[in-house]
């Protein structure tokens, strides 16, 4: 039995006031050896089951064992399961579309992103996309003479336009270099040189940052290979698109008929992964590699890990969980890709770790005795036999002996508790 001026918590009806009271118990034991053998011992005093105000104690429960263990408070939160946000790649080529993918067809170095007046645009991996045309160089016209020029005009006009004639050979030297001929050298060059090489075309050896003759040849070998009929050795931004690695086609936005520099359609990622906004506040508890649950729309659990925390905070949605609150958007990979096959745009739920205590000393909620002075204690096992034991049969049934415990984290059920006479394997009373 315990003091009417004590109370057995109980888990459901006191979880908000357990949360206030852990608080406080973290700081100081609230009642001490000597208030519960004597405050809590003289009240009583009265020798049967009422309290001063005549309230009757709760009768004493089941026993259990303190013990040390994990405790673990979860928290969820709403994603979706699909490839990742997509991001849309726009055309360069000046034209008429004539050919498109189909949604959920995968990208590869190489592959033929779309074909513009029936000339196929090839993909490329990279960082940096291709900002001019890199390769052989454009013939150059001669300059030809003005018609009807004649005898010492033409002379005169000879040498007057010598030092614009010598002018224009060097503008169009400089123009060549710059538009990327043999000798050009940048990181869009060994990114060209990369992919080429990657593809099998190999003439210029290892690839690097300078564009040589071999590299041209490079260039010529892999466009008859394409099927271009009059091969330039040369190639322009919209030629080849250069995306980040291997994707897959989420949606098409142009149409057959299309100009060619426009919006053609958005890239994914190839393996499905949960993407989920994380309220800011929460971020820390998801950091890149922690470990997560995901619960699929069948009802089935798979593990995840955190792949990636985005850096752009977005606005919480009118009527979605959290509404208004901000989170950064935060991808998860699946321990099993092939867990939810067929499923896109499907509603899932993540479950992570927002608190964990390890080898800590537990009891159930209910072996926890509110005092009425604050605090919590815990009603140790055979305390009313000892007190018979000691020929005191009044009050044997009244004298619970109590210990005084500084409370911790609550979770699953149980509590963490700790104290000087709190110790692993000790038997309290408990309503659970």
């Known amino acids: 039995m315990v003091d009417a001026g004590t109370e057995i918590i109980d888990e459901e009806a006191h979880g908000t006031d ?8 973290r700081q100081a034991v609230v009642a001490t050896a000597a208030v519960v053998a004597v405050g809590v011992g003289s009240f009583w005093m009265g020798g049967d089951d009422t309290g001063p105000d005549g309230q009757g104690g709760p009768q004493a429960g089941q026993t259990v064992a303190v013990l040390r263990t994990d405790l673990v408070r979860s928290r969820s939160l709403s994603g979706t399961l699909g490839f990742g946000a997509p991001h849309t790649v726009s055309g ?37 996309p291709l900002y001019r045309t890199l390769g052989a160089p454009e013939q150059a016209s001669a300059p030809q003479p003005a018609p009807g020029a004649t005898g010492g005009a033409v002379g005169a006009g000879a040498a007057a336009g010598g030092t614009a004639g010598a002018a224009s050979a060097e503008g169009s030297a400089n123009s060549v270099e710059s538009d990327g001929g043999p000798g050009t050298t940048g990181a869009d060059v ?15 050896g290892t690839p690097d940052d300078k564009l040589t003759d071999y590299t041209v040849a490079a260039i010529e070998h892999w466009q008859k290979d394409l099927g271009i009929k009059n091969p330039t050795g040369r190639v322009g931004p919209g ?28 890239l994914s990622g190839t393996t499905r992964v ?16 922690t470990k997560v649950s995901v619960s699929l729309p069948d009802g089935s659990t798979t593990d995840g890990k955190v792949a990636h925390v985005g850096t752009v905070v977005s606005e919480g949605r009118e009527g979605a969980p959290g509404s208004g609150e901000p989170t950064l958007p935060v991808t998860i990979s699946l321990g099993d890709p ?12 993540v479950l992570f770790t927002s608190e964990a205590q390890k080898g800590v000393l537990a009891v159930p909620v209910g072996a926890l005795v509110a005092l009425r002075e604050g605090g919590y204690a815990l009603q140790v096992e055979g ?14 049934a009244s004298a619970p002996r109590l210990i005084a415990v500084r409370t911790g984290m609550f979770a699953q059920g149980l509590v963490e508790v700790s104290g000087p006479d709190v110790k692993e394997g000790l038997r309290v009373v408990t309503s659970q």
């Open 92 to 128: 360069h080529r000046a034209g008429t579309i004539t050919w498109l993918p189909e949604a959920g067809a995968v990208m590869e170095r190489g592959s033929q992103l779309v074909r513009v007046d029936d000339r196929p645009v090839s993909v490329f991996y990279g960082a940096l």
């Open 338 to 349: 092939k867990a939810a096959p067929g499923l896109e745009g499907a509603p899932v739920t």
């Open 274 to 289: 949960v993407s989920v906004g994380v309220p800011v506040g929460d971020a820390p508890l998801l950091a890149r590699g």
């Open 190 to 204: 060994e990114m060209l040189e990369t992919n080429l090489y990657a593809l099998g075309y190999r003439e210029f």
């Open 18 to 25: 357990l949360g206030r009271r852990s608080h406080r118990g």
């Open 239 to 266: 030629d080849v698109e250069v995306i980040a690695g291997r994707s897959r086609v989420a949606s098409v936005t142009a149409h057959v008929g299309d100009g060619g520099e426009t919006e053609l359609l958005s």
């Open 383 to 396: 305390s009313a036999t000892a007190a018979a034991s000691s020929g005191d049969q009044g009050k044997a």
